[in-house]
T-cell receptor, first 116, second 115 residues
Framework: DADVTQTPRNRITKTGKRIMLECSQT?????MYWYRQDPGLGLRLIYY???????NKGEISDGYSVSRQAQAKFSLSLESAIPNQTALYFC???????????????FGPGTRLTVL | AQKVTQAQTEISVVEKEDVTLDCVYE???????LFWYKQPPSGELVFLIR??????QNEISGRYSWNFQKSTSSFNFTITASQVVDSAVYFC????????????FGPGTRLSVLP
C-alpha cells in the first residue's frame, strides 16, 4: 500500500465551486505539505504543517486553505475555484531532522485539477 | 534566501548518449541537503538521490552519477548510456538543515531520449 495517498486523483470542476483535496499518510511523519506544479515552474509550496497545531503559509497560499485533521491527514481547500488554479497538486510528508529524519520529502501520486 | 536554478529547460538526446543535467543552487546556510527527483510521464515524483552539504563525494548508482561541487554550488546529474525510459522531467531541490525551512525546487529539466 502507498505511504502517501491523495484523493481524488483527477477532478474537473467549474469556476466558483468549492473543492477539497485530501491527503493521508501512514509514515507517521509530523510534517506535511501541499504543492502545486505548473509547467516550467517546478513545484511551489502552498501550505505546510509541522504538526497538528502548526500550519503555515507557503509561497502561494492565496486562494487556498488547509486543515490538519490529524497527524495523518492534511486537506487542501479551494474555497472558490478559478481557472488559473488548474494544476497538478502534490501532497508530501517528511520527518524532522531534529527527530532523526533527514528532511527527505515523500510525495503522494498527485491530483490533477482542472477548473473550467 | 534559497534558490535552485536548472538552466536547461529541455534536452533531447539519442538513446545510448550520455547526458548531464545541470543544477546550481544558492543558500546562505552552511548545512543543507540537495535532492534529485524524477517525474516520468505518469506524473509521480520519484526520489533519486539525497546529498548533504558536508559530503562532497561523487556518487554513482548504475547508469546514474552525481557531481556535487560546493565551490561552484552545483549538483549535476549525469545519465550514462541513456535509455528511452529515462525520458522524464528531472527536478533538483534544496532544503537547509535548520528547523523551519522548506524545500525549494528548481523549475525542472525535461529530458527526451529518442530511440
Amino acid at each position: 500500500d502507498a505511504d502517501v495517498t491523495q484523493t481524488p486523483r483527477n477532478r474537473i470542476t467549474k469556476t466558483g465551486k468549492r473543492i477539497m483535496l485530501e491527503c493521508s499518510q501512514t509514515k507517521g511523519h509530523d510534517r506535511m505539505y501541499w504543492y502545486r506544479q505548473d509547467p516550467g515552474l517546478g513545484l511551489r509550496l502552498i501550505y505546510y504543517s509541522f504538526d497538528v497545531k502548526d500550519i503555515n503559509k507557503g509561497e502561494i497560499s492565496d486562494g487556498y486553505s488547509v486543515s490538519r485533521q490529524a497527524q495523518a491527514k492534511f486537506s487542501l481547500s479551494l474555497e472558490s475555484a478559478i481557472p488559473n488554479q488548474t494544476a497538478l497538486y502534490f501532497c508530501a510528508t517528511s520527518e524532522n531532522a531534529r527527530t532523526g529524519g533527514n528532511n527527505e520529502q515523500f510525495f503522494g501520486p498527485g491530483t490533477r485539477l482542472t477548473v473550467l | 534566501a534559497q534558490k535552485v536554478t536548472q538552466a536547461q529547460t529541455e534536452i533531447s538526446v539519442v538513446e545510448k548518449e550520455d547526458v548531464t543535467l545541470d543544477c546550481v543552487y544558492e543558500t546562505r546556510d552552511t548545512t543543507y541537503y540537495l535532492f534529485w527527483y524524477k517525474q516520468p510521464p505518469s506524473g509521480e515524483l520519484v526520489f533519486l538521490i539525497r546529498r548533504n552539504s558536508f559530503d562532497e563525494q561523487n556518487e554513482i548508482s548504475g547508469r546514474y552519477s552525481w557531481n556535487f561541487q560546493k565551490s561552484t554550488s552545483s549538483f549535476n546529474f549525469t545519465i550514462t548510456a541513456s535509455q528511452v525510459v529515462d525520458s522524464a522531467v528531472y527536478f533538483c531541490a534544496l532544503i537547509p538543515f535548520n528547523y523551519g525551512q522548506n524545500f525549494v525546487f528548481g523549475p525542472g529539466t525535461r529530458l527526451s531520449v529518442l530511440p
